[in-house]
């Protein structure tokens, strides 16, 4: 079993920069692959970014290419997602996310994770 906890959201200007970071536990964190998703009022959660067990492959949405970096810590159990540039439609609940592997999917889909974080809000003013 995993628990993931976020933290880092907050109120920001366009334009600005926030960093949310993500704690898990459980000693298996480094064989996970980890995902940042974000949820806005009346949407669908929809993928931001996503990075292997070993840091060494990441993918991110076309929406956020550029300005958002996601990274990990294996020997600290973290996963970090640096946010700049920021804009009002990035404003939204951001979810870490993990997956033990033990089934295939999509790194997309919140299908393919197997636990969550209770969330942060990020609020983007214009």
């Known amino acids: 079993q995993v628990q993931l906890g976020e933290s880092g959201g907050g109120l920001v200007q366009a334009g600005g920069s926030l960093r949310l970071s993500c704690a898990a536990s459980?000693?298996?964190?480094?064989?996970?692959?980890m995902g940042w998703f974000r949820q806005a009022p009346g949407k669908e959660r929809e993928f931001v970014a996503a990075i292997s067990w070993s840091g060494g492959s990441t993918l991110y949405a076309d929406s956020v290419k550029g300005r958002f970096t996601i990274s990990r810590d294996n020997a600290k159990n973290t996963v970090n997602l640096q946010m700049n540039g920021l804009k009002p439609e990035d404003t939204a609940v951001y979810y870490c996310?993990?997956?033990?592997?033990?089934?295939?999917?999509?790194?997309?889909?919140?299908?393919?994770?197997?636990?969550w974080g209770q969330g942060t809000q990020v609020t983007v003013s214009s």
């Open positions: 459980g000693r298996a964190f480094s064989t996970y692959t």
């Open positions: 996310a993990a997956d033990d592997r033990r089934m295939g999917g999509s790194y997309y889909s919140t299908s393919t994770y197997d636990y």
